[in-house]
């Protein structure tokens, strides 16, 4: 008997039975491959790796970088996204980035490459996606050792990288990422600081305890009462106008509407491009997604408060930040739900910065 391409007309029934289970059996068999395959490239996590500029410098003033880093994690590096269904997965340095940044260096430099050291003072550098789109946070103080032992800043940065994709976003973001580091070495490393302030090591070992010192808001024992317009005013203690009366939302300690008098009568000021108000000595920043003020809570010189920001079901949680801005490790989302999160004010720039989730006691 003759089998003609895939007609099993003619075969009796127990050998239909058999082929057809055959080919089941190799069809679940692919299933269960191809399944495993995924979830596999799913659950691996990914590794980034800073790739090394294949230019010389033609004068270079450094030959060591050390790094100091104050990341709010130094395990991971962010979040991208891997496999068919384009779940999440921690994203890890391949190196240490210490090592990273110094083989950077070491590539960089050439015949005419002094003895001096940069020390690099990070506070950020995360990746995250969302959909075609991909976002890398970088914030850092780069510092020049003098000869005298002592330290100056040579250059800071607070950099958002937002790139968008058609095909492969996490390839083209962690690129991004990379050219951004390698540019950031190479144009420092062929400068000298212009700074007169010299730092110890002690101070950039703690440099935004240091910095704090310097800014009104986190060193002064009495806020001033008024409107903020902005960050740069509540840092300054430079109020935008008076505050005469406000109402808060019940027994809470938010509020909700804010006065002022002009010509001996009490009249409502807007909230719009309000960044925070002080009443009684007590600051509130405002949250746009509650329109509303709530009141923010000192703490290690630092201020804490709680309130709602929108969350992707989709993205890990660490990215979620304030529904009006790019913050300082997060992407500001438009879907529900809407979560309870405490957060503090960074220092630097004034964004908001999402600790943790508050538990609803429900």
């Not at 239909?16 to 799913?42: D, N, P, V």
């Not at 005469?244 to 001996?264: C, H, M, Q, S």
């Not at 807007?270 to 000595?281: E, L």
């Not at 809407?338 to 720039?349: G, R, T």
Request: charged content about 20%; glycine content about 4%.
């Amino acid at each position: 008997m003759y089998l003609t391409g895939n007609n099993t007309s003619s075969l009796p029934p127990i050998t239909k039975t058999m082929l057809m289970k055959s080919y089941l059996e190799k069809f679940s068999s692919l299933l269960i491959f191809c399944f495993i395959a995924i979830i596999s490239a799913q659950k691996q996590p990914d590794q980034f790796s800073i790739s090394l500029p294949t230019k010389k410098l033609d004068k270079s003033y450094y030959k060591t970088i050390k790094l100091i880093d104050r990341r709010i994690d130094t395990t991971s590096l962010g979040t991208i996204r891997k496999g068919l269904l384009n779940n999440p997965a921690n994203l890890f340095a391949a190196a240490s980035l210490s090592d990273q940044f110094q083989n950077v260096l070491n590539s960089l430099n050439g015949e005419h490459t002094e003895n001096g050291t940069l020390v690099l003072y990070l506070r950020q550098l995360f990746f995250a996606e969302v959909a075609v789109h991909g976002y890398c946070y970088f914030q850092g103080f780069l510092f020049s050792k003098n000869e005298d032992g002592t330290y100056s800043l040579l250059e800071q940065v607070n950099h958002v990288i937002d790139h968008k994709a058609k095909s492969d976003v996490t390839k083209e973001l962690l690129q991004k990422g990379s050219e951004f580091l390698v540019d950031f070495i190479t144009v420092n490393a062929s400068k000298k600081p212009v700074s007169r302030h010299h730092y110890t090591y002690q101070q950039i070992n703690d440099f935004e305890g240091t910095a704090k010192s310097s800014i009104s808001i986190f060193s002064s024992s009495e806020l001033k009462d008024g409107v903020y317009n902005d960050y740069q005013s509540l840092k300054n203690q430079q109020p935008n106008k008076e505050i005469t009366n406000v109402k808060f939302y019940g027994n809470a300690p938010k509020i909700v509407r804010i006065y002022e008098t002009l010509d001996g009568k009490e009249k409502e000021i807007k909230k719009d491009n309000i960044y925070a108000i002080v009443y009684k000595g007590e600051l509130y920043p405002y949250l746009s997604i509650e329109n509303l003020f709530t009141k923010a809570e000192k703490r290690d010189n630092d201020y804490y408060f709680v309130g709602k920001i929108k969350s992707n079901t989709n993205s890990p949680s660490i990215t979620v930040a304030p529904a009006y801005t790019y913050a300082s490790i997060g992407v500001s989302f438009m879907s529900s739900p809407v979560l309870p999160f405490e957060m503090k004010i960074d220092y630097f720039n004034g964004d908001f910065i999402p600790i943790r989730e508050i538990e609803n006691k429900r």
